[in-house]
């Protein structure tokens, strides 16, 4: 069975990669590991992990995973939002919509990284995005109130996807907005559970595309 080794940076995306992508993609075949952004080596041996405070940790993770030979592939799952400033492309980012910003982000960091395993992916804008797919599928998460709320954002756009950056609109600043008791670790990969992944995919054009190279990987 081939691997596939995926960085995240936090323990929601870790069990939205758990509990939902992995065993999507092992039905074709594919095992998807998910490895934690570690934040700090301590001399005692043990590790922080979660978020992405400078880039340099990104990279360091990055290069270890792809260290693993056995591994048909190397990706990632990080919020697009809230990337620290040194991050490749964030200050050459172009004008235009969220999808041509994000996909030059992308191309410099694979660039930055440099090898032919590694599949960038940052989600936009981040991890809450998802839950704007359906919120009406995501009682087990919020009251009918807040469910009510949720959709007239989702209505605004398009695509949960360009739920957009500012500090103050960010997907996730939206649902802490409207539900103040929200908490990430618990109530996002519930309520993107109970939404599906079909759902997501067909409502997150960025995240599709990037599911679809995984999935074509098990065809090589």
């Not at 697009?80 to 041509?100: E, H, I, M, S, V």
Request: proline share 7%; net charge neutral; hydrophobic share 40%.
């Amino acid at each position: 069975m081939k691997r596939i080794l995926i960085l995240v940076e936090g323990q929601t995306e870790e069990t939205f990669v758990r509990e939902v992508l992995a065993p999507h993609l092992l039905r074709l075949g594919l095992a998807l590991i998910p490895r934690l952004v570690v934040t700090k080596y301590v001399k005692e041996g043990g590790s922080f992990k979660g978020g992405v405070p400078q880039y340099a940790l990104v990279q360091g993770d990055l290069r270890r995973l792809l260290g693993d030979t056995g591994a048909t592939c190397v990706t990632s799952m990080l919020d697009y939002y809230g990337l620290p400033k040194d991050f490749p492309g964030l200050a050459t980012r172009p004008q235009g919509n969220c999808y041509a910003r994000v996909e030059h982000v992308e191309r410099a960091f694979a660039e930055d990284i440099g090898h032919r395993r590694f599949l960038p992916h940052l989600l936009l804008h981040e991890f809450e995005a998802l839950l704007f797919t359906d919120p009406g599928q995501c009682s087990i998460s919020f009251s009918a109130e807040e469910i009510t709320k949720l959709q007239a954002i989702r209505t605004s756009v398009q695509s949960p996807e360009e739920i957009n950056e500012h500090p103050d609109t960010a997907p996730s600043k939206r649902v802490l907005a409207v539900s103040p008791g929200y908490q990430k670790t618990l109530h996002g990969p519930l309520a993107v559970m109970s939404i599906g992944l079909p759902a997501i995919r067909a409502a997150c054009p960025h995240f599709a595309q990037w599911l679809s190279k995984l999935e074509a990987l098990a065809e090589g």
